[in-house]
């Protein structure tokens, strides 16, 4: 069946830690992919996204995230974590031309410890 | 632009009660989603507009709920009657589509709980 999943539920890393929250998708074709970011008690914004192009991409806040379409990943990497990151972290996909649904992982909480 | 603006933030009712969730768009944007989150099952998309029209209702968990789309600028998301396992946050999103490259922009959320 089609998915996006992710591979981290919950994620405790100390102020400073290299961060990587794992994302794979198992759509064919051409795909948009996008990591939104949920702040406690907030609703979701984007984090960043990919198209096309260069396959890595660099989003708000020091996050990028890289595209490896030989591995249907798109991981999400902060190099260090600040506690105000501490938030819930959803991948997505588009299946491009396809509808304008998109699918969302299952999220990835994370929690910095200051 | 104001953004996407769900109401009310918070509903709480008791069990049996009907709840209507309503939902403004951002101006100019076609498509309009509604998502439940709970801890549980996570983000799930329970139906999509474009247009105005119901595109895809899989994810509507029962005849328990219905949602609307009069015009491009408001929709409702009903539960009728409710119980206490749709204690949720509800989401509405909205993007422009295609041209946009799917884009979704997020309300605030209704938080529910239904006693």
């Known amino acids: 069946a089609q998915s996006v999943s992710q591979h981290n539920h919950h994620v405790i890393l100390s102020e400073a830690a290299s961060l990587e929250l794992g994302c794979n998708y198992s759509y064919g074709g051409t795909v948009n992919l996008f990591w939104y970011v949920q702040y406690p008690g907030q609703h979701l914004q984007l984090l960043l996204k990919?198209?096309?192009?260069?396959?890595l991409v660099k989003g708000i806040k020091g996050f990028e995230a890289e595209f490896i379409k030989s591995k249907f990943s798109f991981n999400l990497r902060k190099p260090s974590v600040q506690w105000s990151d501490t938030a819930e972290y959803f991948c997505?996909?588009?299946?491009?031309?396809?509808?304008?649904?998109?699918?969302f992982g299952k999220g990835t909480r994370l929690h910095i410890l200051p | 632009d104001a953004g996407v603006i769900q109401s009310p933030r918070h509903e709480v009712t008791e069990m049996g009660q009907e709840v209507t969730l309503r939902c403004k768009p951002i101006?100019?944007?076609?498509?309009l989603f509604w998502y439940r989150q709970t801890m549980m099952r996570g983000l799930e998309l329970l139906i999509y507009f474009n247009n105005n029209v119901p595109i895809d209702d899989s994810g509507m968990p029962e005849d328990r709920f219905s949602a609307k789309m009069p015009n491009a600028s408001f929709s409702t998301l009903k539960i009728q009657p409710s119980e206490p396992r749709d204690s949720a946050v509800y989401f509405c999103?909205?993007?422009?589509?295609?041209?946009?490259?799917?884009?979704?922009?997020f309300g605030a959320g209704t938080r529910l709980s239904v006693l």
């Open positions: 990919y198209f096309s192009g260069d396959p």
């Open positions: 101006s100019g944007h076609n498509s």
């Open positions: 999103a909205s993007t422009t589509g295609t041209l946009a490259k799917n884009i979704q922009y």
């Open positions: 997505a996909v588009n299946v491009e031309n396809r509808d304008d649904k998109i699918i």
